[in-house]
């Protein structure tokens, strides 16, 4: 079993930063793509950023220019630094990591962080 914890978020005024970690315990052999997904109030989830295991990286459209993901292997961990923080970024932030166990090939989810923005 994979176990994927959140952590950072909580209230931000506009303009501000914050940064979310999430980390990747459990049984497996390697992790691959981790990624930051969004959902906000009455919309559907949406994909922030991802990252491969060989550091490419990929943003929405949105989130271009302010925000930056990171990966530390050593500690399984997916880290998202938001900058120039909009009340339009107010949303559930989760994570997801796909992993490997021998030929097994799964995803994972972690339980959720509120981001919200506002003055």
């Known amino acids: 079993q994979v176990q994927v914890v959140e952590s950072g978020g909580g209230s931000v005024q506009p303009g501000g930063s914050s940064r979310l970690s999430c980390a990747a315990s459990?049984?497996?052999?390697?992790?691959?793509?981790m990624g930051w997904y969004r959902q906000a109030p009455g919309k559907e989830r949406e994909l922030v950023a991802t990252i491969t295991s060989a550091g490419s990286t990929n943003y929405a459209d949105s989130v271009k220019g302010r925000f930056t993901i990171s990966r530390d292997s050593a500690k399984n961990t997916v880290y998202l630094q938001m900058s120039s923080l909009k009340p339009e970024d107010t949303a559930v932030y989760s994570c997801n990591v796909r992993y490997s166990r021998s030929t097994y090939v799964s995803t994972a989810w972690g339980q959720g962080t509120q981001v919200t923005v506002s003055s």
């Open positions: 459990g049984s497996f052999s390697s992790l691959g793509i």
